[in-house]
Protein backbone atom coordinates (compact mmCIF):
# COMPACT_ATOMS: atom_id res chain seq x y z
CA UNK A 1 0.00 0.00 0.00
CA UNK A 2 0.80 3.85 -0.51
CA UNK A 3 3.57 5.21 2.28
CA UNK A 4 3.44 8.61 1.28
CA UNK A 5 -0.03 10.19 0.80
CA UNK A 6 -0.64 13.67 -1.53
CA UNK A 7 -3.94 15.36 -1.66
CA UNK A 8 -5.71 16.35 -3.66
CA UNK A 9 -5.08 14.44 -6.94
CA UNK A 10 -6.47 16.59 -8.90
CA UNK A 11 -7.72 20.45 -8.27
CA UNK A 12 -8.43 23.33 -10.63
CA UNK A 13 -8.43 26.60 -9.46
CA UNK A 14 -8.81 30.33 -10.97
CA UNK A 15 -6.18 32.41 -11.18
CA UNK A 16 -5.25 34.50 -8.38
CA UNK A 17 -6.36 32.08 -6.43
CA UNK A 18 -4.14 29.95 -3.56
CA UNK A 19 -4.01 25.95 -3.49
CA UNK A 20 -2.75 23.96 -0.96
CA UNK A 21 -0.92 20.46 -1.41
CA UNK A 22 -0.17 18.10 1.32
CA UNK A 23 1.90 14.99 1.84
CA UNK A 24 1.94 12.75 4.23
CA UNK A 25 3.81 9.92 5.03
CA UNK A 26 1.77 7.27 6.61
CA UNK A 27 4.12 4.76 8.01
CA UNK A 28 7.07 6.49 9.21
CA UNK A 29 8.59 10.03 10.15
CA UNK A 30 9.45 11.97 7.51
CA UNK A 31 12.13 14.71 8.50
CA UNK A 32 12.76 15.72 4.81
CA UNK A 33 10.26 15.45 1.72
CA UNK A 34 11.02 17.04 -1.21
CA UNK A 35 8.63 18.60 -3.87
CA UNK A 36 8.74 18.18 -7.82
CA UNK A 37 7.00 19.75 -10.36
CA UNK A 38 6.67 18.00 -13.77
CA UNK A 39 5.48 19.33 -17.61
CA UNK A 40 4.28 17.27 -20.01
CA UNK A 41 6.79 14.81 -21.09
CA UNK A 42 9.39 16.21 -19.07
CA UNK A 43 11.53 15.24 -15.74
CA UNK A 44 10.68 15.55 -12.59
CA UNK A 45 12.21 19.03 -11.20
CA UNK A 46 13.06 19.34 -7.90
CA UNK A 47 11.34 22.51 -5.93
CA UNK A 48 12.54 22.71 -2.60
CA UNK A 49 13.47 20.38 -0.15
CA UNK A 50 10.88 20.59 2.99
CA UNK A 51 12.89 20.12 6.71
CA UNK A 52 10.73 19.14 9.59
CA UNK A 53 11.12 22.24 12.39
CA UNK A 54 13.15 24.39 10.17
CA UNK A 55 12.88 26.30 6.77
CA UNK A 56 12.81 24.62 3.21
CA UNK A 57 15.59 24.77 0.94
CA UNK A 58 14.43 26.41 -2.36
CA UNK A 59 16.17 25.28 -5.86
CA UNK A 60 17.67 28.23 -8.00
CA UNK A 61 15.06 30.21 -9.67
CA UNK A 62 11.82 28.59 -7.43
CA UNK A 63 10.15 31.41 -6.10
CA UNK A 64 9.93 30.82 -2.24
CA UNK A 65 6.97 33.46 -1.34
CA UNK A 66 5.22 31.88 -4.41
CA UNK A 67 5.59 28.19 -3.84
CA UNK A 68 5.30 27.97 0.62
CA UNK A 69 6.23 24.86 2.00
CA UNK A 70 5.79 24.22 5.71
CA UNK A 71 7.18 21.10 7.50
CA UNK A 72 5.14 21.45 10.70
CA UNK A 73 5.80 17.76 11.43
CA UNK A 74 7.54 14.23 10.70
CA UNK A 75 4.75 12.80 8.84
CA UNK A 76 2.89 16.16 7.31
CA UNK A 77 4.76 18.76 4.30
CA UNK A 78 2.36 21.13 2.44
CA UNK A 79 3.39 22.95 -0.83
CA UNK A 80 0.91 26.12 -1.34
CA UNK A 81 0.93 27.96 -4.27
CA UNK A 82 0.15 31.37 -3.96
CA UNK A 83 -1.72 33.82 -6.59
CA UNK A 84 -1.79 31.19 -9.01
CA UNK A 85 -1.32 31.67 -12.83
CA UNK A 86 -2.39 29.58 -15.53
CA UNK A 87 1.75 29.24 -15.55
CA UNK A 88 1.71 27.42 -12.70
CA UNK A 89 -0.46 24.48 -14.00
CA UNK A 90 1.69 21.17 -13.90
CA UNK A 91 1.66 18.19 -11.87
CA UNK A 92 3.64 18.09 -8.39
CA UNK A 93 4.45 15.46 -6.63
CA UNK A 94 5.71 14.97 -3.33
CA UNK A 95 8.77 12.49 -2.42
CA UNK A 96 10.20 10.88 1.30
CA UNK A 97 13.37 8.50 1.61
CA UNK A 98 12.15 6.44 4.53
CA UNK A 99 15.77 6.33 6.00
CA UNK A 100 17.80 9.22 7.69
CA UNK A 101 20.83 9.04 5.77
CA UNK A 102 19.19 8.50 1.93
CA UNK A 103 20.67 5.61 0.87
CA UNK A 104 17.35 3.61 -0.35
CA UNK A 105 14.10 4.76 -1.73
CA UNK A 106 12.05 7.22 -2.30
CA UNK A 107 8.61 6.72 -1.65
CA UNK A 108 6.30 9.13 -4.16
CA UNK A 109 2.52 10.61 -3.19
CA UNK A 110 0.11 9.87 -5.92
CA UNK A 111 0.95 13.63 -7.34
CA UNK A 112 -1.46 16.45 -8.09
CA UNK A 113 -2.27 17.80 -11.35
CA UNK A 114 -3.11 21.67 -10.74
CA UNK A 115 -4.86 23.25 -14.02
CA UNK A 116 -5.38 27.36 -13.33
CA UNK A 117 -7.75 28.69 -15.30
CA UNK B 1 25.87 21.27 -9.72
CA UNK B 2 24.59 17.85 -10.29
CA UNK B 3 23.16 16.74 -14.01
CA UNK B 4 21.82 13.12 -15.37
CA UNK B 5 22.10 12.14 -19.39
CA UNK B 6 19.85 9.22 -20.48
CA UNK B 7 18.33 8.85 -23.82
CA UNK B 8 14.96 10.16 -24.60
CA UNK B 9 13.59 7.54 -26.47
CA UNK B 10 14.07 3.89 -26.88
CA UNK B 11 11.70 1.36 -28.97
CA UNK B 12 11.93 -2.84 -28.38
CA UNK B 13 10.15 -5.81 -29.45
CA UNK B 14 7.84 -7.60 -26.97
CA UNK B 15 10.25 -10.71 -25.08
CA UNK B 16 12.90 -8.37 -26.37
CA UNK B 17 16.03 -6.99 -24.11
CA UNK B 18 16.79 -3.38 -23.76
CA UNK B 19 19.44 -1.15 -22.03
CA UNK B 20 18.97 2.26 -20.76
CA UNK B 21 22.08 4.49 -20.06
CA UNK B 22 22.69 6.91 -17.63
CA UNK B 23 25.28 9.01 -16.77
CA UNK B 24 25.65 11.70 -14.33
CA UNK B 25 28.05 14.23 -12.57
CA UNK B 26 27.33 15.30 -9.15
CA UNK B 27 28.79 16.07 -6.30
CA UNK B 28 28.88 14.47 -2.87
CA UNK B 29 27.30 11.33 -4.59
CA UNK B 30 25.93 8.07 -2.31
CA UNK B 31 24.13 6.05 -5.15
CA UNK B 32 21.76 5.92 -8.62
CA UNK B 33 18.27 4.88 -8.77
CA UNK B 34 15.63 3.72 -11.67
CA UNK B 35 12.07 4.80 -10.96
CA UNK B 36 10.01 3.85 -13.78
CA UNK B 37 6.53 6.14 -14.54
CA UNK B 38 3.45 5.64 -16.65
CA UNK B 39 1.22 8.17 -18.37
CA UNK B 40 -0.71 10.46 -15.20
CA UNK B 41 1.08 8.88 -12.41
CA UNK B 42 3.69 9.18 -9.93
CA UNK B 43 7.16 7.45 -10.05
CA UNK B 44 7.40 3.74 -9.10
CA UNK B 45 10.76 2.74 -7.37
CA UNK B 46 12.72 0.19 -9.67
CA UNK B 47 16.50 -0.32 -8.07
CA UNK B 48 19.08 1.76 -6.21
CA UNK B 49 22.72 1.34 -6.78
CA UNK B 50 25.22 2.22 -3.72
CA UNK B 51 28.41 0.46 -5.30
CA UNK B 52 29.77 -0.88 -8.12
CA UNK B 53 28.17 -3.79 -10.24
CA UNK B 54 25.15 -5.59 -10.87
CA UNK B 55 21.67 -5.51 -8.94
CA UNK B 56 18.90 -7.77 -10.34
CA UNK B 57 15.95 -7.91 -9.18
CA UNK B 58 13.35 -10.42 -11.26
CA UNK B 59 13.06 -9.16 -14.76
CA UNK B 60 14.91 -5.43 -13.91
CA UNK B 61 18.62 -5.39 -13.43
CA UNK B 62 20.95 -2.53 -12.94
CA UNK B 63 24.51 -1.74 -13.09
CA UNK B 64 27.02 1.03 -11.60
CA UNK B 65 30.29 1.84 -12.12
CA UNK B 66 31.20 5.28 -9.87
CA UNK B 67 34.57 5.50 -11.55
CA UNK B 68 33.08 5.81 -14.80
CA UNK B 69 30.10 7.91 -13.11
CA UNK B 70 27.80 5.32 -15.36
CA UNK B 71 25.47 3.51 -14.66
CA UNK B 72 21.98 1.45 -16.61
CA UNK B 73 19.04 -0.45 -16.53
CA UNK B 74 18.86 -3.78 -17.90
CA UNK B 75 15.22 -5.16 -19.06
CA UNK B 76 14.81 -8.54 -19.76
CA UNK B 77 11.51 -10.45 -21.22
CA UNK B 78 9.78 -7.04 -22.17
CA UNK B 79 5.86 -6.79 -21.96
CA UNK B 80 3.84 -4.59 -22.85
CA UNK B 81 3.13 -3.12 -19.70
CA UNK B 82 6.79 -2.27 -19.83
CA UNK B 83 5.92 0.71 -21.91
CA UNK B 84 6.62 3.77 -19.68
CA UNK B 85 9.22 6.43 -18.96
CA UNK B 86 12.45 5.27 -16.90
CA UNK B 87 14.28 7.95 -14.73
CA UNK B 88 17.92 8.10 -13.68
CA UNK B 89 18.24 9.93 -10.70
CA UNK B 90 21.26 10.27 -8.40
CA UNK B 91 21.28 10.92 -4.46
CA UNK B 92 23.85 13.37 -3.54
CA UNK B 93 24.30 16.35 -1.46
CA UNK B 94 20.69 16.05 0.52
CA UNK B 95 19.03 15.95 -2.90
CA UNK B 96 17.83 13.67 -5.47
CA UNK B 97 17.66 14.73 -8.94
CA UNK B 98 16.48 13.28 -12.17
CA UNK B 99 17.49 12.48 -15.55
CA UNK B 100 15.31 14.18 -18.37
CA UNK B 101 13.44 10.25 -18.97
CA UNK B 102 13.90 7.69 -21.38
CA UNK B 103 10.49 6.99 -22.85
CA UNK B 104 10.24 3.06 -23.87
CA UNK B 105 8.16 1.79 -26.38
CA UNK B 106 7.33 -2.13 -26.09
CA UNK B 107 5.84 -3.18 -29.83
CA UNK B 108 4.01 -6.56 -30.02
Known amino acids: GAVVSQHPSRVICKSGTSVKIECRSL??????MFWYRQFPKQSLMLMATSNEGSKATYEQGVEKDKFLINHASLTLSTLTVTSAHPEDSSFYIC?????????????FGQGTRLTVV | GQSLEQPSEVTAVEGAIVQINCTYQTSGFYGLSWYQQHDGGAPTFLSYNALDGLEETGRFSSFLSRSDSYGYLLLQELQMKDSASYFC?????????FGQGTELSVKP
Open chain 1, 95 to 107: SAPKTETMNTEAF
Open chain 1, 27 to 32: DFQATT
Open chain 2, 89 to 97: AVLGGGKLI
